[in-house]
């Protein structure tokens, strides 16, 4: 497991590559999909985090939400200051704050 530092970049280059990923979907406990981050240029830092956190944590629980929330650095502040403007970090707000966890699906291309 990494040890985040407070710049997105940095701890991006410290992550497991994302080769190979066609997208990741996240999975609600009831089984539907709540969300899909693709593997597409403005999406690729976050399909990145959260692949990592599968393999970190094996679910998106608080646990795995909180490292999540260290991992993206600064861009964390600034999606608390702007709700909904970093919808992939809002989620990990939301997950910490409800305790409610998903399964993230790590889908191959």
């Keep these: 497991m990494i040890e985040p530092g407070a710049d997105f970049k940095e701890n991006l280059g410290l992550l497991p590559a994302i080769d190979g990923v066609t997208r990741i979907e996240l999975v609600d406990g009831a089984g539907a999909v709540v969300a899909t981050i693709e593997n597409a240029p403005g999406k690729q830092g976050s399909l990145k985090v959260y692949q990592y956190l599968q393999q ?25 200051n702007n709700p909904g403007a970093h919808p992939n970090i809002d989620r990990l707000i939301d997950v910490v704050s409800s305790g409610d966890a998903l399964t993230i699906n790590v889908i191959a291309a």
């Design 56 to 80: 970190e944590f094996g679910a998106l629980n608080v646990a795995a939400a909180e490292h999540g929330l260290l991992v993206f650095g600064e861009h964390t502040e600034d999606a608390c």
